[in-house]
């Protein structure tokens, strides 16, 4: 069973695999190239696939030559050396480097989503699932320090359930292997697990194989959360202002589209971005993250919300004191998109 599940999930992420190192877009000699490095290359960031797909970056002069990173850790590292223009990621990373020292930081412009973009898996259905219902058990985490886990973290503290404590959580797996590990191993073997925390289109996936089963949201239990943003180097911000701005406008059409059509329109416009899986697949996923609100109506990245975020980092023990937001976020471009 093993071997289906691996061979599922190899098709389905086969299209994100492609994006390591290859343009989304051929890049037009007579546009003004942005190389963007996204964290992963996932249906969750639909509104941004939606501006490649309709022609919104061509329209602002821009043509996105589109690298994934597969981590925010490496994402982060391609910003800071210059080998990105703008960075893709979760902003948890731009703070880490703030206080590491770093003198050309990373600067948030634009805020994607607002809730996280992960699912509980459970080996069995679980109809009426409480969080409780964790206590004791064995979960396929994330890494310890990234916001897919520091969210898990989050909702579980929010629910009275110590996360050192209460249960067993395996941060150890690399992201992306954890659906193959949860479902290869047998009951009685070393890291058998009960549950797990996965993406689309792994959670997807492994209800597909019957495997597991969706038991609840991230991304609806932990509330708001400014879980992705876009980010620059602060010099390139100040050299790059007008790239950054109609950057920032296809993105902001790419928004308005998603929230003014339906899952299916939007699945049918982004699947040139994720051509080896099937359009019913892409369609289900979007149809989970437009039910839970997963996108802003625009792109500001409100202080609020970048104070939440650093709640979060505090209460997991990856921030010692709070960070200035007006150091580490610039709404100008994102606030002139949305009112254009």
């Avoid at 050299?239 to 699945?267: C, M, W």
């Amino acid at each position: 069973m093993k071997k289906k599940i691996t061979v599922l999930l190899s098709t389905l992420l086969a299209s994100a695999l492609c994006f390591s190192g290859c343009s989304s877009e051929s890049i037009n000699p007579n546009l003004e190239k942005v190389t963007l490095n996204e964290v992963a290359h996932s249906i969750f960031y639909a509104p941004m696939y939606v501006a490649i797909e309709n022609g919104y970056f061509e329209e602002e002069g821009i043509s996105i030559d589109l690298v994934t990173g597969f981590g925010a850790d490496k994402t982060m590292t391609a910003l800071l050396t210059g080998e990105a223009d703008i960075g893709f990621m979760g902003s948890e990373a731009s703070i880490y480097t703030y206080v590491q020292g770093a003198s050309d930081y990373a600067v948030n412009f634009a805020q994607l989503t607002q809730r996280a973009g992960n699912f509980l898996v459970s080996r069995e259905p679980i109809d009426d699932f409480e969080w409780s219902m964790l206590k004791g058990k064995y979960v396929l985490g994330g890494r310890k320090s990234g916001m897919p886990q520091m969210v898990f973290d989050y909702i579980l503290k929010k629910n009275n359930i110590n996360p050192d404590t209460d249960l067993t959580i395996d941060t150890s797996i690399d992201f992306g292997s954890t659906a193959a590990a949860f479902s290869g191993a047998k009951e009685g073997d070393t890291g058998y697990a009960d549950f797990t925390v996965e993406f689309e289109p792994h959670a997807t996936a492994l209800e597909a194989q019957g495997e597991g089963y969706i038991i609840a949201s991230l991304g609806t239990d932990s509330g708001y959360v400014p879980y992705t943003a876009f980010c620059a180097r602060k010099s390139y911000i100040e050299s790059n202002a007008d790239t950054l701005q109609r950057f920032t406008n296809a993105l902001q059409k790419g928004q308005e589209y998603v929230l003014s059509h339906s899952p299916e329109e939007i699945a049918k416009i982004i699947q040139p971005q994720f051509k080896d899986t099937e359009l019913a697949t892409i369609t289900t996923i979007v149809s989970r993250y437009y039910s839970q609100d997963t996108w802003k109506g625009d792109l500001i990245f409100n202080q609020d919300s970048f104070e939440l975020l650093e709640n979060i980092l505090m209460e997991a023990g990856e921030l010692a004191e709070y960070v200035p937001y007006e150091d580490l976020v610039n709404t100008t471009f994102a606030t002139n998109a949305s009112t254009k």
